[in-house]
């Protein structure tokens, strides 16, 4: 009844998650780290947080799985998730910068949702239509180059 009430905590913890995304990203950049040490950090350090709090304290029942379901989440979450596509993040971040990098990110929701039509047969409503189309549009232009927008504008302007 009251799970509204704390939502702003949420919120708060996902821009935090942002924020921290965003460094990564810059400090990667900065201090030129390889795309596989600087993800292989990241998993090493999420694990040896995480998994003690998860196994010690979480409510869960991961007795009651079996060793084939744990196999397949860690080498999904694992292997896949995490160091597959975060040494990738990585290594556009190499080779293209943090921020253009990060404008893809934002298209994530945009093919899931579009995965999620074609592959599960959900329905795509028009609010998430003009929010894939909107977030599209605005991941193209972050990632032109400046001359680019200049060249835009100009055509607009005749």
């Known amino acids: 009844a009251n799970a509204g009430a704390n939502e702003w905590i949420g919120d708060l913890l996902f821009l935090a998650a942002a924020l921290c995304w965003a460094i990564f990203g810059l400090l990667m950049r900065r201090w030129q780290v390889k795309p596989q040490f600087g993800i292989l950090g990241i998993a090493c350090f999420s694990a040896l947080a995480y998994l003690p709090v998860y196994v010690l304290w979480l409510p869960g029942n991961l007795a009651a799985a079996s060793w084939g379901a744990i196999a397949l989440q860690g080498g999904y979450q694992g292997v896949i998730a995490a ?44 609010t998430t239509i003009v929010g894939i189309v909107v977030v599209s549009v605005g991941a193209l232009l972050g990632a032109l180059p400046p001359n680019a927008l200049a060249r835009i504008r100009a055509l607009g302007a005749r």
């Open 83 to 126: 160091l597959l596509a975060g040494g990738f993040y990585s290594y556009a971040v190499q080779k293209v910068g943090a921020s253009e990098a990060s404008m893809m990110l934002a298209l994530v929701p945009a093919f899931t949702a579009i995965g999620a039509f074609l592959i599960l047969d959900e329905a795509i409503g028009l």
